[in-house]
């Protein structure tokens, strides 16, 4: 599958950013961290792609390091919502401090704009790794 093609199925979030924003206040208030990712993640789909046709490689790793976090804390802040954590705001804060910590350690090691893959699997599927291999 070529860049191109591959961008646009990627563009595919924003149908569900699109839809989120135009029904933002007629939707449960609990979905809004989803609403909010899916549009973080549709600007982060955007800038990749600017960076890696750009061969800006460091912004490019800066962008996904720093998404990596939001995501996380966004869908945390879904499943506290969603009474994942039997709304135990201690239990959130304290998850959400622990990935934090995590996270800011794998920076200070490696730096904000190395990929950080420790951190990536610590937390997520594997698949953000393959992205890293098309920029060169």
């Known amino acids: 599958m070529n860049d191109t093609?591959?961008?646009?199925l990627s563009l595919s979030i924003g149908l569900a950013a699109i839809l989120g924003i135009v029904r933002f206040r007629k939707i449960d208030k609990s979905y809004y961290p989803f609403?909010?990712?899916?549009?973080?993640?549709l600007l982060v789909e955007i800038i990749v792609r600017i960076f890696s046709k750009a061969r800006n490689v460091e912004a490019f790793g800066i962008t996904l390091t720093?998404?990596?976090?939001?995501?996380?804390?966004?869908?945390?802040?879904l499943f506290h919502n969603w009474g994942l954590f039997n709304r135990n705001k201690t239990?959130?804060?304290s998850?959400?401090?622990?990935?934090?910590?995590?996270?800011?350690?794998?920076?200070?090691?490696?730096?904000?704009?190395?990929?950080?893959?420790?951190y990536l699997i610590l937390y997520k599927r594997s698949d953000f790794l393959r992205e890293g291999e098309g920029v060169k």
């Not at 093609?5 to 646009?8: D, E, G, K, M, V």
């Not at 976090?69 to 802040?77: G, H, Q």
């Open 35 to 41: 609403v909010y990712n899916t549009a973080a993640a």
């Open 95 to 118: 998850i959400i401090g622990v990935f934090s910590a995590a996270w800011l350690t794998f920076v200070l090691i490696n730096g904000l704009a190395s990929a950080d893959y420790y």
């Open 66 to 77: 720093i998404y990596s976090l939001v995501d996380f804390i966004l869908f945390t802040w």
């Open 5 to 8: 093609l591959r961008f646009i």
């Open 91 to 93: 239990v959130f804060a």
